[in-house]
Each structure stands twice: as structure tokens, then as C-alpha cells.
């Protein structure tokens, strides 16, 4: 209950829970050691667990339980006890022409869940998240990326730490902002490239903006002057993958 709960317990443990029979087979595809496998048996069976890992611990639980530990009612009746991984920048493995999305001190599991799944579709080569607000291991953003917490590399730091990097990877930095901003279709995506999204009340701090190769804007019609931060980034990833040929 406490993993579930609690992200003190989680970064004690270094564990997390992980529901589903997709997610935890993502998980197992992502290189995370799942260690112990609960699972209910009227829903899973322990031989189709079998199929997934010879190595991991299962343990047959009760209905009661099971509803207890579960955040969803439809995880077909398995939760996984996983180890988390070394989120350093240090562990990212880049292609020599890397495209990465950054976002800036997201606070909400859907919004970085979502932000995750965009990552998965164009097959990116690394979100980084500067400053986060909250644990990545939250069973929110675990249930909210529906598996693609797994499929993505993940990194965090400082903003400090992420500029630095980019520069010694001498990757250009594109900022979603809309100040001093040029129109987000007029820059080139296909030299090395990060796209740096902030928080739709605040928007992106100075440092970024300050770090800049350049300032983008997406061109808004409406009375509003902001997107989702997932749905910007979403425009954003897809014109450079356009641009790329995809």
C-alpha cells in the first residue's frame, strides 16, 4: 500500500507498482527488473505470467487485496513490483542526430503521461524533465502513459544540469514561448534538436528563454493564448519529425 501511496516508500524501496498485463510487458521490454508479480488467479493465470519472466516472484492474492492494491478496475488481474532506474543524464544513450523533447516542472500525472505517449509515437530519442514537481514512479503518471514510462528514455535534472548538457552534446535548444518568438514552422528540426515545453501557467522560466537557440510560437487564432503543454508539444514533435522525413 505504501508504494502505491506514498513517494518517500517508493524512493526508499527503490520499487514501484506497475498494473496491467500491456504495462508490465512494456516494462519488461524497457529493461526494468520486475521482481515480484501479484496477480489474482481467476483473472491471470500463473503460466501465462510464466511466459513474461522465470525470474520474477509470484504471489497469488485474494480479490480483496487485489482491489485494495489496484488503481484501475480493468488491470487483468496483475500488479508488478518493478525497480526504478537511474534517471541521470549521464544514462542517456543519444543517436548522432538526436530529436528530445524537455519539459520544464510538469505537475500533473496526465499531462507527463500524455507528454510520454506523444514521445512513444514519433519514437523519440529521450524526454527530460527539468525540475520535476513529483516522483515519475507515481502510479498516476504509470497508469496515465498506459506503459510508455517504459518505452521512452527518461532523464531529469536542473535546468542548469539539461542546458549544460545539450550544449556539451551541442544539441540546438528550440523554446516554446511567446515572447520574442519566431512562428514554430519557420526553424530547422533536423540538426540536433531539443524542444523545450513549460507549464501552461507559467510558462517556461527565464534561463530557458535566456538559453535558447531560438524562441518558437505555435500561431493561435482563438482568444486563448495557450495549449495543453502535452498538445504543444505534440505540434512541436511532429513538425520536426516532418522535417525528418519521418
Known amino acids: 500500500m505504501l508504494l502505491k501511496e506514498k513517494a518517500k516508500a517508493r524512493q526508499q524501496t527503490g520499487t514501484f507498482l506497475i498494473e496491467g ?13 520486475i521482481e515480484t508479480i501479484l496477480f489474482y488467479p481467476e483473472i491471470c493465470s500463473e ?9 520474477a516472484e509470484l504471489i497469488q492474492i485474494t480479490k480483496e487485496i487485489f482491489e485494495k492494491l489496484a488503481y484501475r478496475d480493468t488491470t487483468e488481474g496483475v500488479i508488478g ?3 526504478s532506474k537511474d534517471l541521470n543524464l549521464s544514462k542517456l544513450k543519444l543517436s548522432p542526430n538526436p530529436l528530445i523533447l524537455i519539459a520544464e516542472a510538469p505537475e500533473k500525472p496526465g499531462n507527463i503521461g500524455a507528454l510520454l505517449r506523444t514521445a512513444d509515437a514519433a519514437k523519440l530519442d529521450a524526454v527530460i524533465i527539468a ?4 516522483d515519475l514512479y507515481n502510479p498516476n503518471v504509470v497508469r496515465s502513459s498506459i506503459g510508455c514510462l517504459f518505452t521512452n528514455q527518461i532523464a531529469t535534472g536542473t535546468t542548469s544540469e539539461i542546458i549544460s548538457f545539450l550544449k556539451e552534446h ?24 531539443a524542444l523545450v515545453v513549460g507549464t501552461e501557467a507559467t510558462g ?3 534561463e530557458w528563454r535566456d ?14 493564448d495557450s495549449m495543453n503543454v502535452s498538445v504543444s508539444a505534440a505540434i512541436l514533435i511532429f513538425e520536426a519529425k516532418r522535417q525528418r522525413g519521418f
Do not use: H
Open 47 to 55: 503460466n501465462e505470467l510464466r511466459k513474461w519472466s522465470s525470474s
Open 211 to 224: 538559453a535558447a537557440t531560438k524562441n518558437v510560437i505555435i500561431p493561435m487564432q482563438g482568444e486563448i
Open 131 to 134: 525540475n520535476p514537481k513529483g
Open 204 to 206: 517556461l522560466s527565464q
Open 170 to 193: 551541442k544539441i540546438a535548444i528550440y523554446c516554446a514561448t511567446l515572447q520574442n518568438a519566431n512562428s514554430y514552422t519557420a526553424e530547422d528540426y533536423t540538426i540536433p534538436t
Open 21 to 33: 498485463q500491456k504495462e508490465i510487458s512494456l516494462a519488461f521490454k524497457g529493461g526494468y527488473e
Open 81 to 83: 513490483i518493478a525497480k
